[in-house]
Nanobody, 117 residues
Framework: QVQLVEFGGGTVQPGGSLRLSCVAS????????MGWYRQAPGKQRELAAI???????KYVDSVKGRFTISRDYAKNTVYLKMNSLKPEDTAVYYC???????????WGQGTQVTVSS
């Protein structure tokens, strides 16, 4: 089972940017889907973005045009570049890996993103 560790969270002002990194313990070449869920205080966890091994991407409507997910196979890393951040993006962001049947096999420990002036 792959282990996932996130980096890059922090506090940023509205309109600012952050890049989250999810580093895997082994090659991600054969992992079907990798992405990010997020959970804001008092709310359910929601899927923010996913990228498949074929390069297809999907985003929740609220982040489309602002967030970009990508894979770096050489570094066994998935990135989430977040631009034009809003206070409602404040959440704990969790990296995950899933198989082709949609079953999530691994979670990261989570990283806090706070957008506040």
């Amino acid at each position: 089972q792959v282990q996932l560790v996130e980096f890059g969270g922090g506090t940023v002002q509205p309109g600012g940017s952050l890049r989250l990194s999810c580093v895997a313990s082994r090659s991600i070449f054969d992992i079907y889907g990798m992405g990010w869920y997020r959970q804001a205080p008092g709310k359910q966890r929601e899927l923010a973005a996913i990228i498949t091994s074929g390069g297809s991407t999907k985003y929740v409507d609220s982040v489309k045009g602002r967030f970009t997910i990508s894979r770096d196979y050489a570094k066994n890393t998935v990135y989430l570049k977040m631009n034009s951040l809003k206070p409602e993006d404040t959440a704990v962001y969790y990296c995950y890996a899933q198989n082709s049947e949609g079953i999530i096999e691994s979670w990261g420990q989570g990283t806090q993103v706070t957008v506040s002036s």
